[in-house]
């Protein structure tokens, strides 16, 4: 069975500043993916990032980065320069090799970026 | 685009009444699925289909029925709502079910069962 493992409930983080949020992951699958996805507080789920298990490099897109330690099943999201509007809950989420059908989700950190 | 799109927003059924929960997608994608939200559990899937014609259970099928209806449309059934079934419903879809691209979320339902 696979898990994805969210350990802080809740963060704060000052604007401005970077933040890492952390997520492990637990599976037996060679090939999987890893997401990470934005609540607001409006409820819409928001994709930020993805990262192939076979991927040598870490993801980024904009003022995210998804750090990827594969030999600790790690998978943390870091964002930079924090802003006011990154203030939501944030999902991390595994795909494994059977797809989208054995999707899982962690609990959620639920961020506030502090002026 | 609109993207991904739910009806209602919000609903309040009694116990044992039945609704259908109504997504579509413009974004001309082959799989859908049905999540539901409960606090301090994340997401689980409900029900999915791969492609137009196929539906397979999730995670928490039990007192839910789907129907692919074709390629834009997927709609969830409460044939009998319980208490239990009170959540936050997400639709999603995605251009293929192999878990290596982006899934696109519609606005969820909040339904309260009484």
């Known amino acids: 069975a696979q898990k994805i493992t969210q350990t802080q409930p809740g963060m704060f983080v000052q604007e401005k500043e970077a933040v890492t949020l952390d997520c492990t992951y637990d599976?037996?699958?060679?090939?999987?993916?890893l997401f990470w996805y934005k609540q607001p507080s409006s409820g819409e789920m928001i994709f930020l990032i993805y990262?192939?298990?076979?991927?040598?490099q870490n993801a980024t897109e904009g003022r995210y980065s998804l750090n990827f330690q594969k030999a600790r099943k790690s998978a943390n999201l870091v964002i930079s320069a924090s802003q006011l509007g990154d203030s939501a809950m944030y999902f991390c989420?595994?795909?494994?090799?059977?797809?989208?059908?054995?999707?899982?989700f962690g609990t959620g950190t639920k961020l506030q970026v502090i002026p | 685009n609109a993207g991904v799109t739910q009806t209602p927003k919000f609903q309040v059924l009694k116990t044992g009444q039945s609704m259908t929960l109504q997504c579509a997608q413009d974004?001309?994608?082959?799989?859908m699925y049905w999540y539901r939200q409960d606090p301090g559990m994340g997401l689980r899937l409900i029900y999915y289909?791969?492609?137009?014609?196929?539906?397979d259970k999730g995670e928490v099928p039990n007192g839910y029925n789907v129907s692919r209806l074709n390629k834009r449309e997927f709609s969830l059934r409460l044939e009998s709502a319980a208490p239990s079934q009170t959540s936050v419903y997400f639709c999603?879809?995605?251009?293929?079910?192999?878990?290596?691209?982006?899934?696109?979320f519609g606005p969820g339902t909040r339904l309260t069962v009484l």
């Open positions: 989420a595994m795909s494994p090799s059977g797809g989208y059908q054995k999707v899982t």
């Open positions: 599976t037996s699958d060679p090939s999987y993916g």
């Open positions: 974004m001309n994608h082959n799989s």
């Open positions: 289909s791969a492609s137009e014609g196929t539906t």
């Open positions: 999603a879809s995605s251009e293929d079910g192999s878990g290596y691209n982006e899934q696109f």
């Open positions: 990262q192939g298990s076979y991927d040598q």
